[in-house]
């Protein structure tokens, strides 16, 4: 078996295993202890993740390598941390964008995919941000001010 062969091989496995992960573990109540434990098995085999080549990511997101390649030029894959002047992508990302594209593809959208999926990731950053969940938490038991903006003149 061939070196890209084995590697894809081993990719599409592991990409199996930790959606078999993220499927049980969602089927359990939040505050489940065993909900977290899978989850955070999910985290384990994402971060030891090899990097992976961009035809590998390819053929796991359903896209050309060319609109793969485009797409880490564009900032919505990332390469892998330490990877030098062959280009390899981080799993994490692609995972990210892999659920992503499954969500849009569900909905029955197949154009514009790029620009879809770079406002889903720019939504989850300022979603992660404290400060934001914070306002968020305050607004939802009515706390806070609201501030009308006064006409320009």
Known sequence: MSTVAHETT??????????????????????DERRSALLDLV???????????????????G????????????????????SSSRLLLDARRVHEVLHLLADLRVAGRTTGLLDE????????????????AESLQQMRHGEGTTRVAKPSA
């Open 10 to 31: 081993q990719a599409l496995d592991l990409i199996e295993r930790i959606e078999t992960l993220e499927s049980v573990a969602k089927s359990l109540p939040d505050q």
């Open 63 to 82: 896209l050309s390598e060319k609109t793969v390649r485009a797409w880490v030029e564009e900032g919505v894959l990332a390469r892998a941390a330490g």
């Open 117 to 132: 999926v770079h406002r889903r990731l720019v939504d989850a950053t300022w979603l992660e941000r404290d400060d934001l």
């Open 43 to 61: 985290e384990k085999d994402l971060a030891g993740a090899p990097a992976l080549r961009p035809r590998i990511a390819a053929e796991l997101l």
